[in-house]
Structures are given as structure tokens and as C-alpha cells.
Nanobody
Framework: QVQLEESGGGLVQAGESLSLSCTAP????????IGWFRQAPGKEREWVAA????????TYADSVKGRFTISRDNAKNTVHMQMDSLKPDDTAVYFC?????????????????WGQGSQVTVSS
């Protein structure tokens, strides 16, 4: 089963930064947009951010807008998500996923491939 490979995450204090990376096989990387979701204990999975498959600006949930930034490294088939000014409410397991071009990037049901999840813990 194809799976995206995640790296990064960890434990930081509020106000600090972390970066997550998501590497995909080339045939996925070239045809799919990468999005990020998170799931906190006792809560449903929520959409965090996603690339714009049409080439425009990436989109972000209001809760992370201005603090999280997605970037793509085509040479490494990797998408990064830089997370700055982290808050305790950002504590969750973060998942990257791949959605085929043309589908809604905010809906988890449209994503076909998923990473294994990375723990991000922000202490106050």
C-alpha cells in the first residue's frame, strides 16, 4: 500500500517553531496536491492546510493562517509545512495526504494517500 513518508514534529514550547515534511513517490508528487490534517486527543480530524493544485496560493484553516506555511521542493518530491508561533492548541497528530488535482482540498474523503502521522506537542 502506497504511503506518504512524514518526518519532523516533536515537543516545543509555546511560541516556538517546528517543521513537518511529507515525501511522496514521484508519480503521486507530480499529479496530486498535498494537504495537511491534524487530530487532537478526543477530537475529530480537521483540515489544516493544502496546496492549491491549480498553482495558486496555498490555503489554510483560520486557526493557523499567518502562522503555518506550505512549500514544495520539486527536486526532493517533498512538501514542507513550517509552523511558527505554535500554541498549545496546535498539539495533535499531524497527517499529510495527497489529493488528485481537481478535487476539493479541504475534504478528507477526497484524499487517496496518507502519511503515518507525526506528533506535535506544544507546552505552555
Amino acid at each position: 500500500q502506497v504511503q506518504l513518508e512524514e518526518s519532523g514534529g516533536g515537543l516545543v514550547q509555546a511560541g516556538e517553531s517546528l517543521s513537518l515534511s511529507c515525501t511522496a513517490p514521484e508519480y503521486i508528487f507530480r499529479r496530486y496536491a498535498i494537504g495537511w490534517f491534524r487530530q487532537a486527543p478526543g477530537k475529530e480530524r480537521e483540515w489544516v492546510a493544502a496546496e492549491n493544485w491549480s498553482g495558486g496560493a496555498s490555503t489554510y484553516a483560520d486557526s493557523v493562517k499567518g502562522r503555518f506555511t506550505i512549500s514544495r521542493d520539486n527536486a526532493k518530491n517533498t512538501v514542507h509545512m513550517q509552523m511558527d508561533s505554535l500554541k498549545p492548541d496546535d498539539t495533535a497528530v499531524y497527517f499529510c495526504a495527497a489529493v488528485k488535482y481537481g478535487f476539493n482540498t479541504e475534504r478528507s474523503e477526497f484524499y487517496q494517500y496518507w502519511g503515518q502521522g507525526s506528533q506535535v506537542t506544544v507546552s505552555s
